[in-house]
Structure formats: structure tokens, C-alpha cells
């Protein structure tokens, strides 16, 4: 069973689509994130969620939505996709906010041609 | 600006060598340091240093905080070649945020 998982694994889209990644944690924590990793595979924070509600919203375009429908679940839109979007997306879940040990997913390809 | 600056960004030794990967940071209220390993796709957690002086152990691999001068390394001794990944150095910070550095890509010849 995977702790912490994302689909899709890759996606490759049109400038100007609109896209989801979906995430899910069965390991019944608290706080979910999205991470940015770009081509040089640095890992930026874009949201947090405790317990579905937004708790860190770094300054991100507002055409990335996170959505938490529960404490399990944490999904990212993206709408109007640009060229500079293209990146892995890395949802990770810790058991509170405060818990230094993240758990990551395998993460998202997303590329936009 | 660069929070959390680690060195070197990539690095090249032969099996049965010992690294040295370094992370320095700067942040107002610091809470803890960490060291991930990220081979081909999730990120996987190694240490976690919060006191200065106090090494960290497992198998080869070991890591020490120093608080007064804002710096942290991480030694594998004897490497494998699977020990070539991306090793990511983080801090967080009082409001709880993770601050990963850019990396040191390792790579280990056989």
C-alpha cells in the first residue's frame, strides 16, 4: 500500500489547458503539501494543509487552486498552464503541522509544450 | 533570497570513498534541520538535527548541527554506487514552513 499517493504520474498538456493532480495519504495525518521541484531539482513549497485548511500559501500564481476536501486528500488546479509551469509536483503529507518528517509521493510530471 | 545553501552541488568519487556534504542556513527561528535523499523520484527522509554537537548515526551515513555557526554535513563513509542521489538539505523554520536547498547531486563510480 503506498502512504502517500498522486495521479497522475505524468502529464503532458497544451499552454493554456487546465489540469488537476490528485493526492491522497492513508497514513492519517494531519498536514498535506504541494512542492515545485523545477529541471535543477529544487524542491519549493507552494501549499500546506492542516487538517483542510490552507495554513501556508507561498506566493504562487493564483491560477494554482489547492483544494482539500478532507484532511486525507489534497488536490492542485492549475488553470490557463504556462511553459514555466512544466516541473514535478510533489504532494507530501507529516503527521501535524510542527512534524519535521515528511512523507513524499512519487510526484507529477507535468509538461506543458 | 538563499535560505538554505548547500555545497557542493554535485560531486564525483569512486566506491569506497567517504564524503563531505555541507549545509549552511540562515534563518530567524530556526527549529530544526533536516537531510533527505532523493533517488529517482520521492524525496525519503534520513536525519533530523535540532541540538548542536549531537551526531546522528545510521549504517554509514551521519550528520551533525552547528547552531553557532548556522551549518550542517553529512558524511557517508565507504560510499556504493547506491549511494548516488540527490541529497537534500532542509530547515524549518518557528511558522513550521520546510526550506529545501538546491541539493548536492552525488554520484558514486564503480
Known amino acids: 500500500d503506498t502512504a502517500v499517493s498522486q495521479t497522475p504520474k505524468y502529464l503532458v498538456t497544451q499552454m493554456g489547458n487546465d489540469k488537476s493532480i490528485k493526492c491522497e495519504q492513508n497514513?492519517?495525518?494531519?498536514?498535506m503539501y504541494w512542492y515545485k521541484q523545477d529541471s535543477k531539482k529544487f524542491l519549493k513549497i507552494m501549499f500546506s494543509y492542516n487538517n483542510k485548511e490552507l495554513i501556508i500559501n507561498e506566493t504562487v500564481p493564483n491560477r494554482f487552486s489547492p483544494k482539500s476536501p478532507d484532511k486525507a486528500h489534497l488536490n492542485l488546479h492549475i488553470n490557463s498552464l504556462e511553459l514555466g509551469d512544466s516541473a514535478v509536483y510533489f504532494c507530501?503529507?507529516?503527521?501535524?503541522?510542527?512534524?519535521?518528517?515528511?512523507?513524499f509521493g512519487s510526484g507529477t510530471q507535468l509538461s506543458v509544450l | 533570497e538563499d535560505k538554505v545553501v548547500q555545497s557542493p552541488l554535485s560531486l564525483v568519487v569512486h566506491e569506497g570513498d567517504t564524503v563531505t556534504l555541507n549545509c549552511s542556513y540562515e534563518v530567524t527561528n530556526f527549529r530544526s534541520l533536516l537531510w533527505y535523499k532523493q533517488e529517482k523520484k520521492a524525496p525519503t527522509f534520513l536525519f533530523m538535527l535540532t541540538s548542536s554537537g549531537i551526531e546522528k548515526k545510521s549504517g554509514r551515513l551521519s550528520s551533525i548541527l552547528d547552531k553557532k555557526e548556522l551549518f550542517s554535513i553529512l558524511n557517508i563513509t565507504a560510499t556504493q554506487t547506491g549511494d548516488s542521489a540527490v541529497y537534500l538539505c532542509a530547515v524549518r523554520w518557528l511558522n513550521d514552513k520546510i526550506i529545501f536547498g538546491k541539493g548536492t547531486r552525488l554520484h558514486i563510480l564503480p
Open positions: 497514513l492519517g495525518h494531519d498536514t
Open positions: 507530501a503529507s507529516s503527521q501535524r503541522t510542527g512534524s519535521e518528517k515528511l512523507f
